[in-house]
DNA sequence: TATGAATGAGTTTTCATTCAT
DNA sequence: CATGAATGAAAACTCATTCAT
């Protein structure tokens, strides 16, 4: 919680109308004040919510992401086999960013073009997510389901790079393809790596 | 070529200057003056060698990539399996980012807070490269070393995805760890895959 | 109106800077920072009010020309005969531009400076002007008092030619002499010509 | 005389350059660059023959209009009365804009765009012009075929006023209409007056 | 809480002119 | 005489943030 406020309609306007307005006209055209009339409030009455625009963004994301981790923790805690959490997290990956495109822009393509300081702040917020893949990892690991001797960091890079790899094509491919339907084959060839067995 | 000049000493001094500014600044503090500091030359020279900002900053992606590619193509060249193609692939991948960490910093950090114009043909610059990994694909699939029902797209995202995603780590982990090392076990990874054979 | 706005006691305050600047410095002296000095706000108060510099310059021609226009509008109302229009007519273009000098020095030699753009507009704006003088011509033709076979827009272009040139003349002359003295000697000079009667 | 050199071939291509791509591309994009290109002589010649692009310009105008001038002075002298004085200068003014349709962009539309300085210098110019003017009327005068009580200051500001703006709305028209044509009936008007005699 | 008018710092690019060859 | 590569000063405009109401 960057401000102890927090909630509120308002708060929540606001964010919704950040991610339509990124979404839209791109990061370096959203202004606050575009945000702030899309929200159907003042310019200034986004500083009372957010201490500044950066702030927004992180609340952003932390709130969208948040979501999107515990929905994803949810859906693996169903699971029995290592193997199939690692399927349900793929297709939750895909499934989630499918059903809000606006999002997926922003987090994809847009959130990228912000300078160092704010990606660092994602990357904490993402630290949960990589650490659900690890406790996958591990729990794999440790059933003999997945290679033994296994580098979980090695592994969690694989994971999460080709799966915001592929992501990110199918945004820039303006999402022609079907995306959950690559879950089955992603997670296989994760799972068997490209040898012929 | 956007201008018919290019090439000459003053045009590489150019470029060297701003992968060293923008490593060291960061990309929205690397002003063209600068830049033109740091190559010796007046504000005024830099639009004699390029058509703008955006010009010198595709031309600098171009040359430094066309450069990477190449060396890494006729690494290529010299392997005889599919397998050893990819991991000769890996290792010139982190081999050339880990000796000009000013570039790496830049690719992998920087030159992704352009704007999506920008960005759009840095992606073009990159399909040449994306190329040779499905030709590696390809000779694999053939040989039968390689999956033969594998879906080239799933499994080039992967690759990029993960030689990408951990270059960033390197990077943003202030290369403290040896990526060079990482060549092997991620080729293994990438060929063999989670699971426990 | 360019934008909603408009009107404001620092739309005027601006207008008025920049006829004084501008009148000071000269068009191409004339910075929009200098301007905003002169009307006591910030750079981008400006732009609250204006779309750019050009619309600022345009606003501030159909500002004051409006003015000037209506205010001899009214007074040849007050005439009788079209050859006691012309007179009035003549007498308060050379009154009105008597009385500010600064906007005498901006509309005869710094308004002229610019570009072929704003000087269409800026023609727009006099065409209101023009008509006025068409219209005392046509009142002349039908009365009698004037040549019927007068051509009215050759005989407009003489008017305005001559007020023009006059006006100029006595601006470069930095306003050595009494402009609306020569009013009467025009206006009769207009009325009958070189020749000797 | 400018500088000592003057003449040459290159000298009247330059002169001939700059009228072309003033008319072409208008006053502020007539880059020095672009002048020495369609002269087909190197930027830094123009300096060989002109102290600076000012100094460029007026050597243009005063080239151009001392042929324009001497050639209706020549007209002129032909004539016995200054009633087919004044014609004969109507005439040729309207005849030599006619003919020379670049030349008249440049000198009604495009040179005025310069700054005060250069405008006083071509004001200078346009003396010699103005005093050919005077002395037809002086000649009418001491006639009698002219008012004997004229003021030649203003009459010659009625003429010149008239003929300028004549031309300036032929060349802003595109010169759709017969300016020649024009002289017959500006004379009259000029002789005669507005008055119906 | 909410408003929105006002602020003002900060950067790319052009182009007349020079001068070493 | 001729070249043309190099110079470097100069200005409009945007937009995150504030604060009086």
Chains 1, 2, 3, 4 share one sequence.
Do not use: C
Not at 164 to 190: C, G, Q, S, Y
């Amino acid at each position: 919680m960057t401000k102890g406020k927090k909630r509120g309609p308002k708060y929540d306007k606001i964010i919704d109308a950040a991610v339509k307005v990124i979404a839209e006209h791109g990061y370096h055209q959203a202004q606050v004040s575009k945000i702030a009339k899309a929200a159907g409030v003042a310019d200034g009455t986004i500083y009372l919510y957010f201490k500044n625009k950066e702030d927004l963004l992180i609340s952003l994301f932390q709130k969208k992401m948040g979501s999107f981790i515990e929905k994803t923790e949810m859906e693996i805690l169903l699971q029995k086999s290592p193997d199939e959490m690692l399927l349900s997290l793929i297709q939750m990956h895909f499934k989630q960013l499918s059903e809000d495109y606006d999002l997926a822009i922003v987090t994809q393509l847009e959130l990228r073009q912000t300078n160092k300081q704010l990606r660092a702040k994602i990357g904490d917020v993402l630290k949960r997510y990589l650490a659900l893949v690890d406790s996958i990892l591990q729990k794999g690991k440790e059933s003999s389901v997945f290679d033994e001797s296994l580098d979980i960091r090695l592994a969690r890079q694989m994971i999460f790079g080709t799966l915001d790899e592929t992501v990110t094509n199918w945004v820039m491919n303006d999402h022609k393809f079907d995306l959950v339907a690559l879950a089955k084959p992603i997670h296989r060839l994760l799972i068997n790596g490209l040898s012929n067995k």
